[in-house]
């Protein structure tokens, strides 16, 4: 039982750390953009496949047993996220007249 939860437990902290570090690697690319006049759009499709590689790899090959065939069902389901995210941050933007 000891080892079961020290395993669960490890996981937990190496999935922390690779989401933040997936959520500064967004953040980075996202400002890197917009400070080289990216218009925000692409700026935070970039900052967000940033944070997608940086998320699959380190949970893929660090966090948890790496997986064959993972990878396809992966990038779908980012995809999905992915215009989900692009559509409320337009939809909020749009709402704020931020441009």
């Known amino acids: 039982m000891f080892l079961l939860i020290n395993k669960i ?11 933040v570090a997936a959520v500064f690697s967004d953040l980075t690319v996202y ?3 917009l400070n080289n006049n990216l218009s925000t759009g692409p700026a935070k499709s970039l ?9 699959y790899l ?13 990878f396809l069902r992966y990038l779908l389901i980012y995809l999905l ?6 559509l ?3 939809g909020c933007l749009a709402l704020l007249n931020v441009s």
Not at 9 to 19: H, N, Q
Not at 58 to 70: P, V
């Open 88 to 90: 409320i941050n337009f």
């Open 81 to 86: 996220t992915w215009f989900l995210n692009s």
């Open 31 to 33: 400002n890197l953009s």
């Open 9 to 19: 437990t490890r996981e937990k902290i190496r999935f922390s750390l690779i989401g």
């Open 47 to 55: 900052g967000y496949f940033s944070g997608v590689a940086i998320s």
């Open 58 to 70: 380190g949970n893929n090959g660090y966090t948890f047993k790496k997986r064959k065939g993972i």
